[in-house]
């Protein structure tokens, strides 16, 4: 019977050949995280969501080095100043070794805000833009509820509607940049909030690439100063999703040669 179902030499001489492209091996999300170009690019408007703007106030002279590569186009919604803000104003025996990193963080960008450093752009919340916030608030919930049964943990009661305000007007923010020609990038660990930029057509960045940027500017600053700062931002709260967390201090290694880069100087 084996030899009766083996197709013979002759019958597989009359098979049509396969044309059909084999299908390209798509790089991991952190491969494609880790061959980005490391140098700054300029855009119109970088928003920064809550997270990460606390995780690089830990250490506030690094973000007024983000500061001073992104300059006026570094901004952020009300609703990051209002968060940002509400946690500053978090005082007295509420500041619990929980939250104090945070509480600490937001101190000094709170007052970044409060002296213009860092500019604020209102959302007007018009029909269209209240149909996209809602639509991206959806997103996040449902990428929550994807998370929350691949892990078998509780949805919370809390959705991230309710926790995630400001992600959300920085993508809607960042989705009406582009709509109106310009180039933004969203600044995020978050991983919903990356998600979710994906699926709207929107760039973002985590802590771990402006150090990258700052070290292709600087060559003073180490890639092994980089990883260890990027370490103490993200340790306890603002944390980057395990598959696209730097896993050493290559990611951080700049290539240049003077004026050149091998790596961003090659052209998509």
């Known amino acids: 019977m084996d030899d009766l179902e083996r197709p013979s030499p002759k019958a597989m001489a009359h098979r049509r050949p396969n044309l059909q492209p084999r299908s390209k091996v798509q790089p991991s999300r952190r491969e494609a995280i880790e061959n980005r170009p490391k140098r700054y690019a300029p855009v119109t408007l970088a928003w920064c969501d809550t997270g990460t703007l606390l995780s690089l106030g830990r250490q506030p002279d690094t973000l007024n080095k983000v500061r001073g590569l992104y300059g006026s186009t570094l901004v952020v919604t009300y609703a990051v100043a209002r968060e940002i803000r ?14 104090r990193e ?41 990428f929550e509820e994807r998370q929350n049964s691949i892990f078998g943990r509780t949805d919370d009661a809390v959705r991230s509607s309710q926790k995630h305000t400001g992600e959300a007007h920085s993508i809607v923010s960042a989705m009406l940049t582009v709509g109106h020609g310009a180039s933004t ?19 973002w960045k985590h802590t771990g690439q402006l150090l990258a940027e700052l070290g292709c500017q600087d060559p003073l600053l180490t890639p092994g ?5 990027f370490n103490y931002m993200t340790s306890s709260f603002a944390t980057v999703p395990a598959e696209v967390r730097p ?3 290559e990611f951080f290694t700049c290539h240049r040669d003077g004026d050149r880069c091998p790596r961003c100087d090659v052209q998509p």
């Open 86 to 99: 509400a946690m500053a104003n978090i005082r007295g025996a509420r500041r619990t070794h929980e939250n």
């Open 102 to 142: 945070r509480c600490e963080s937001a101190d000094s960008i709170a007052a970044m805000l409060d002296a213009g450093d860092i500019p604020e752009h209102p959302l007007l919340l018009t029909e269209e833009t209240v149909r996209m916030i809602d639509r991206v608030l959806g997103q996040l919930d449902a």
């Open 185 to 203: 990038v969203l600044l995020t660990n978050d991983n919903g909030a990356m998600r979710v930029a994906e699926q709207n057509n929107v760039a």
């Open 225 to 229: 100063e980089l990883l260890a700062d």
């Open 247 to 249: 896993s050493n201090a």
